[in-house]
């Protein structure tokens, strides 16, 4: 019932922004916590930054400084704001949410379908 959709990537040059959204929908009772994890090829999945419910952000150091995590939680959607995108960054980007959707059920991961983001000349 609880579907995440990404949206905003795409082909950009190295120096460029994107801003990706991830937006929440279904029977939704609370979210702990919102991410973002890419998967490039041949590497591991990076949890690149997070928003926790009470604000909280983290980010992976290899992005600290160029981007942004943020929220709207009156439309349940996160956003990834990647400025002076590099070479490197080049991946598919995935939103995961930790939340729930019953008080009285326990929390549960919920991953959205990725969204591709190619940083190249």
């Known amino acids: 019932q609880v579907q995440l959709v990404e949206s905003g990537g795409g082909l950009v040059q190295p120096g460029g922004s994107l801003r990706l959204s991830c937006a929440a929908s279904?029977?939704?009772?609370?979210?702990?916590?919102m991410n973002w994890y890419r998967q490039a090829p041949g590497k591991q999945r990076e949890l690149v930054a997070s928003i926790s419910s009470g604000g909280s952000t983290n980010y992976a150091d290899s992005v600290k400084g160029r981007f942004t995590i943020s929220r709207d939680n009156a439309k349940n959607t996160v956003y990834l704001q990647m400025n002076s995108l590099k070479p490197e960054d080049t991946a598919v980007y995935l939103c995961?949410?930790?939340?729930?959707?019953?008080?009285?059920?326990?929390?549960?991961?919920?991953w959205g379908q990725g969204t591709q983001v190619t940083v190249s000349s």
């Open positions: 995961q949410s930790r939340l729930t959707t019953h008080p009285f059920l326990p929390p549960a991961n919920y």
């Open positions: 279904g029977s939704i009772s609370s979210i702990a916590a």
